[in-house]
Structures are given as C-alpha cells and as structure tokens.
C-alpha cells in the first residue's frame, strides 16, 4: 500500500521523495507535479525565496513511457538555488568540515533547541534545515501522485481558508466546489469568499508592517470519497485518526478538526450530529447535515470529508523580538532572523490537501486492492455496486 519517505534539506542540492505501492499502469507526467508545486508557492505574504524556489523535478524511477511500474517512484526536486549560486555549497556541503558560522540563538517555537538538545549538535542549522517548511515541497510531490490516483475514484481533494489572522470567513458563507478551485487558487491568499479574502490581505499588510506574523485556518474538502473508507475495529484504522496525524505532520499545524469538531464540543447532543435520512431518488442513506465532517467511527460516510487545520503564526519575525539564549554564552539575546514569510496559511491548504488526499488513496488501496489502476477501479465499481446495503 501507498506509502512515501523524503530526503534533503532546505538548502541542500535536492529533495528527493520516494513513493511505493502506487498501481500499475498509473498515467502520470512531470505536469501533475509541476502543478502542485506551483500551487504550494501561492500566496500573499511569501517572502522572495518561493520565487528563486522554483522546483526543478526529475523522475528517477518507477515510471516509464507515463506510465507507474508498480516499482517505487522516485521523484527528484532540485533545488534552483543550488544550480544558480555556489552560496550554499560549502555551508551544506556533505564533504567533512565545519562551519565557519554556527547558529547558536535558536529560535522559539522551532525545533532548534530541542533539536540541539536530542542530537548533540552546537549548530542550529543541523536542525533546522531538515525541520523547514521546504520539506513539503516533496509531499507534494507525493501527493500529486495521489491525487491523480484518486481521480480514478472520482474523488477530488480541494481547499481553501477560512480564517488567517483575525480575519474570517463567516461559517454561512458557501463552501467551493471542485470547479471552484481556479476561483481559490487565484485569490491572493486562497480564499473562496471575496470580501474575507481582502480583509485578510489587510490583515497580512498590517502584520508585515509590524515585523510580525500570521497564522490561520484552512479547510480542506474531500469530494467524492465512498462510503467505506477506514475502520472502527483498531485504534490506527481509524480515517479520523489517519487524517488528523498525518495532518498534524505538516509544519506549523497546531490543531486539526474533523468536521465541526471545535464547535461541537460545546453544543448539546441533540445538535451535535447528523441525521440519518433515506433518498429514495438516489437510493442512498444521507446526512443533511456535515457536523461529522463524513466520517463516523473512524468509517467514511459518503458524504463530503471536511478537516480543518490550525496553523500557527510563524515563529520566525522579519523583526527579531523573540527572546531566546546564546547557546555558547548561556546569554539573552533574541533570535536570529532565517528567511521568514509573513504567513504560509495559503500554501499550507495545498500541503494539508495532500497529506489528506495521500491517506484517502492510502485507505481506497487497503479496502479495494489491485496491484493495477484498473483492477483497483473495478474492485471500487463492485462495491459500489453493492450500496445501499451490501450482504455478505
Ligand atoms: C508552507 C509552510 C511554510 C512555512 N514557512 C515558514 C517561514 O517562512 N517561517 C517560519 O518561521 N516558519 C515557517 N513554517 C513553519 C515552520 O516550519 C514550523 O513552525 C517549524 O518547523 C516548527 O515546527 P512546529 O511548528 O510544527 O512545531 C512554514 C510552514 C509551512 C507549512
């Protein structure tokens, strides 16, 4: 079954990303990536670096003539950095040495210290280089493999924010569609409602003339999914539970929320759940509402799959004012300025879209099998075949 491992720091030569268990005879191009990792770049509030960023891709395994072998895909991400200028070349050189200048002011709300502390290292950037946000980059990579397996399924992982600082999209306002993801992707700070989306541009002004950071909250929205994905019988088969760890992973999210999770904690059991209902023009059960975000004992429903991350303002100030210790002079200082952006909300809904569409092809494998795109497809069509009530 689908599973992926990455490689590389933020200013090394590459990422790399390998991918297993993706089927047989799976069309995909650089195209698919190329997209992906375009649409990780957007955003108001991105510092210069996503513009030199940009990704130069390779595959160096498991596909041939556009096609998957079945055989791990390897995905190649340089970065363009490295191939335009040699300034990083002798800082993350892999030749032995050491640096002329080590970080030693970790930064609040990094791994830096920690980091530091776990592996014995007296350089902070032996810790952040690998814990950077460019990581994503090559979960992308992943993810965009995933996506086009899940289109098979005729299910489609979009998202948009809902929120970035104090500004917020008001809960009546409608959700984007599938087709409505050109209409996101082109706003300014992915946001499907128009007015929020320039209060949120404000927002971001401000904090940028402030020195200072933003954080938000992205919806992301599984169209499509069947019902039948995950389990209540074990603890880590449960979809919620996939969903909210490997949405967790993503840097920076503090908080996941599996429909109307946050909300409901504080409402009475009579408004806290979705209604069961029978259409009989669709032959199928339904649920009016979408409080469980469509999934129920860690089962998917059928219906629309709603998560919610909750990203924090990002640690690193253009204006340094975080208080933190020389590591050498056990001296207050405040922490050293690394590249920062004001807010990654935007781009981090693209990254949180993956790792979502990454556990939905995870789990369609484990309930549908096939070690081909079409033997998968088919085993999907028969059970939906089955539906409403499949005997055994
Ligand atoms: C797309 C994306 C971009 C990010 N860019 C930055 C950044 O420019 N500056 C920063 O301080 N943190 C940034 N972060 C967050 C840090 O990587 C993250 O806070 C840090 O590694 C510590 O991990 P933790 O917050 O999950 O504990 C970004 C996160 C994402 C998802």
Redesign the pocket.
């Known amino acids: 079954m689908l599973r992926f491992l990455t490689a590389g720091e933020s200013h090394g030569p590459s990422l790399v990303v390998t991918v297993e268990g993706l089927p047989a005879g799976l069309a995909v191009t650089l195209d698919d990536i190329a997209g992906e990792l375009a649409r990780?770049r957007l955003g108001y509030g991105r510092?210069p670096r996503q513009r030199f960023e940009a990704d130069e891709l390779r595959f160096i395994g498991g596909v041939r003539h556009g096609r998957t072998l079945g055989s791990p895909v390897a995905i190649e991400i340089g970065n363009s950095e490295w191939t335009r200028s040699d300034k990083w070349h002798a800082e993350m050189s892999a030749d032995p040495g050491e640096t002329a200048a080590p970080l030693t002011t970790p930064r609040p709300?990094?791994?830096d210290l920690a980091g530091m502390q776990k592996y014995g290292f007296s350089d902070a950037r032996d810790v952040l280089e690998r814990?950077?946000?460019r990581e994503?980059a090559a979960r992308v990579a992943a993810g965009a493999l995933a996506k086009v397996l899940l289109s098979h399924l005729a299910i489609d992982v979009i998202s948009h924010v809902v929120r970035l600082g104090d500004a917020v999209v008001a809960p009546t306002s409608p959700r984007p569609a599938v087709d409505d993801l050109d209409t996101v992707d082109n706003s300014p700070v992915r946001c499907f409602d128009a007015a929020a989306g320039d209060a949120m541009v404000a927002a971001i002004k401000a904090a940028a003339a402030a020195g200072d950071s933003l954080g938000g909250v992205v919806e992301v929205l599984a169209y499509g999914v069947p019902v039948g994905l995950g389990s209540h019988v074990h603890w880590d088969r449960k979809l919620d539970a996939l969903i909210a760890q490997s949405v967790m992973s993503?840097?920076?999210?503090k908080g996941v929320e599996v429909g109307d999770a946050f909300e409901v904690a504080g409402a009475r059991g009579s408004a806290a759940h979705d209604a069961i209902t029978w259409d009989g023009g669709s032959d199928r059960y339904r649920r009016e509402t979408s409080r469980a975000g469509g999934v129920e004992g860690g089962i998917s429903t059928g219906e629309l799959v709603v998560v919610r991350a909750h990203m924090?303002p990002?640690?690193?100030l253009n204006r340094p004012t975080l208080a933190t210790v020389d590591t050498v002079t056990k001296e207050s200082t405040v922490s050293f300025k690394e590249?920062?952006?004001v807010t990654?909300v935007p781009?981090?809904g693209v990254?949180a879209e993956t790792m979502v569409a990454l556990v939905l092809a995870r789990e369609a494998q484990r309930k549908f099998g096939g070690d081909t795109v079409s033997e998968l497809v088919r085993n999907a069509e028969a059970f939906a075949a089955t539906l409403p009530d499949p005997s055994p």
């Open positions: 990780r510092g709300g990094h791994a814990a950077s946000a994503t993503v840097q920076a999210v924090k990002l640690a690193t590249r920062t952006d990654a781009a981090m990254v």
